[in-house]
């Protein structure tokens, strides 16, 4: 007896330093709840009026402010005539794929009238994500920032900004972008491009109508400036400059980066990225501007317009115009390859290893034959389609995937998703064979073991034309191990591969005719949603999901659904 007395004393004294420590902890930490209503507003862009879907009437939408180790408590109210889900972009929602938000792969849509409350709470990350509706394309106006401050009494491990901006680059239709897609999938053919490309949902003084509302960022010389830039465009990848102004990146997609100087960045859909720059230019107005990195073949269709916004010193008020900074060619695969290449973690890593799954997802454009007795718009009387490993995704409509995979529902999913491509070809040749332009229709998943090392090639391919792919996983960070040009060789690529301080991130952008490699372990159970997230790709195809199995205990297994998960 005397002896478990005394073993029980350093155990007692170390537990309640522990529980001590958690009550402090949980202390510092805070709960913010929100109202977020969807309704349709009247707002007026290049001389048009119309009615778009939006946050409490905000465009952009609120943004949400917390710290790491903060929780979310959202409640939506849905008083549009559209089905909606948001999603938490980048946020690993550990356990809770219920937060996560795609429409019939975590949840069923909150329909019109309806409401649901998010519950979350930020584990480890810092920097900026943000949020966005992820049903149809009600995201192309529905989304805000989502910015992760570091714990209190942390500080950032960067020059402490004197003034922090958040900068959300979006696209502007003069029509109902609903209609837009609708007609797109109705006809076969690529929806029709943006009328113009916006910062904060203004497209700037390049634009007819527009100065008077042009985004303005007020700064006072000598000052560090941290400028949080999310790309919320639903087609296009964006070069940005900034005139007369270094830019240096410290973060991407809320990963911390090594510093990295340049005049110009790219940034793909879902991407965000941090930069710092210095006010040591003569007192002025500069433009920030932001233009379209065109991938795919010289005649394909994009928004060829320049965006901006005005860095003022001290409150500036001229006639004269902001200078306009150099942006590179629409298709300067260069710059976007020494900017990725440049992107770093700001010290050496533990990448995760042995690699337990050794997987190869091609990704690309198709061709699918136009129904019986009607007439296509796509080439030769086609439709579009996209798919990876030639499976092109189909969305479910009666029950998300998710709750299939946790109350065992049969018939929603299959578990098949091939580990590489059915048929090995030369993906990024040109002349593919037109038997692999017609993908097959299906909604598969790959199953991965809990805890397992995951190591994914993305393939670009050619087979009917070849585009950039910012490929995004849900629930995931990720190291990018390499990216490159032309077909993955695994005996001379794998030599290329960083391991000593890759860059993480949760969208990485696939080169045209080439391929990403990345790593993670699958420590986060539930069902993760695999996408490009150039929105046409995605409607027609273009994505998988990850089914996680369940680990040990209930720390290694989704929660239980909310009482309040929406019905189908």
């Given amino acids: 007896m005397e002896s478990n007395s005394t073993a029980t004393k350093p155990c007692f004294s170390f537990c309640l330093f522990l529980w001590f420590s958690l009550i402090v902890l949980k202390a510092n930490a805070e709960v913010h709840y929100h109202d977020f209503v969807i309704q349709a507003t009247p707002v007026k862009r290049l001389c048009h009026t119309r009615s778009i879907i939006t946050v409490n009437g905000q465009f952009p939408g609120p943004t949400v402010l917390v710290r790491n180790g903060d929780s979310l408590v959202v409640k939506v109210v849905n008083q549009a005539k559209y089905n909606i889900t948001l999603h938490w972009h980048g946020v690993r929602q550990l356990r809770n794929g219920w ?39 009600l995201r192309a106006t529905v989304y805000g920032a989502l910015i992760i401050l570091p714990k209190e009494h942390s ?27 609708r007609q797109a999938l109705k006809t076969g053919t690529s929806p029709n491009s943006s009328d113009a490309l916006t910062i904060n949902a203004q497209p700037g003084d390049l634009f007819k109508c527009s100065s008077p509302e042009t985004t303005v960022f007020p700064v006072g010389p000598g000052e560090t400036i941290l400028l949080r830039f ?15 102004h270094q830019m240096t990146v410290v973060a991407v997609d809320a990963s911390y980066t090594k510093p990295y100087k340049t005049s110009v960045i790219i940034i793909g859909p879902g991407q965000t990225t941090d930069l710092l720059i210095q006010t040591n230019q ?12 065109q991938s795919g073949p010289p005649n394909t269709p994009f928004d060829n317009t320049t965006t901006t916004a005005i860095i003022t010193y001290n409150n500036q008020i001229t006639l004269a115009k902001p200078k306009l900074p150099v942006l590179p060619a629409y298709n300067d695969t260069a710059t976007v390859a020494a900017f990725t290449a440049g992107l770093k973690s700001p010290g050496p890593v533990k990448i995760p290893e042995p690699v337990n799954e050794n997987l190869f997802f091609t990704v690309g454009l198709g061709l699918s034959n136009c129904p019986p007795r009607k007439t296509c718009s796509g080439p030769n009387n086609t439709r579009f389609t996209a798919s990876m490993n030639n499976y092109s995704f189909v969305t479910p409509t009666r029950q998300s995937l998710l709750q299939a995979a946790q109350l065992g529902i049969p018939g929603v999913f299959t578990t098949d998703f091939p580990a590489s491509p059915p ?20 909604t598969k998943l790959y199953p991965l073991k809990y805890g397992s090392v995951v190591q994914l090639v993305i393939q670009g391919t ?23 040009k032309g077909n993955f060789d695994a005996k001379k690529d794998t030599a290329k591969f960083n391991f000593v301080d890759p860059v993480r991130r949760n969208t990485i952008g696939v080169p ?34 990850f089914l996680v199995e369940n680990g040990v205990g209930k720390l290694q297994s989704t929660i239980p659904p909310p009482l309040d998960l929406p019905k189908c």
Avoid at 235 to 242: A, D, G, K, R
Avoid at 424 to 436: A, C, V
Avoid at 474 to 484: R, S
């Fill in 155 to 181: 500080t950032y491990p960067f020059a402490t900004p004197k003034r922090e901006f958040p900068v959300i680059l979006g696209e502007w239709w003069n029509s109902n972008p609903i209609d837009v897609i």
């Fill in 282 to 293: 003569p007192a002025g107005r500069y433009y920030i501007a932001a233009h379209a990195y």
């Fill in 512 to 545: 045209v005719k080439g391929w990403a490699a990345i790593r993670f372990v699958a420590d986060n159970p539930g069902v993760w949603f695999v996408h490009c997230h150039i929105d046409s790709h995605l409607t027609w195809g273009l994505a998988m999901a």
């Fill in 230 to 244: 999310i790309n919320a465009a639903m087609l296009t990848e964006l070069f940005v400059s900034i005139a007369d």
């Fill in 423 to 442: 048929v090995k070809f030369d993906y990024t040749g040109n002349n593919i064979s037109r038997s692999l332009y017609q993908p097959i229709r299906a």
């Fill in 99 to 137: 937060a996560d938000g795609p429409s019939y792969v975590t949840q069923c849509p909150i329909q019109p009238g309806g409401t649901y409350t998010y519950r979350f709470t930020i584990q480890g990350q810092e920097g900026t994500l943000w949020w966005h509706a992820h049903n149809t394309w």
């Fill in 462 to 484: 050619n087979i009917y034309l070849s585009e950039e792919h910012p490929m995004h996983i849900h629930g995931y960070d990720f190291y990018v191990l390499a990216t490159g």
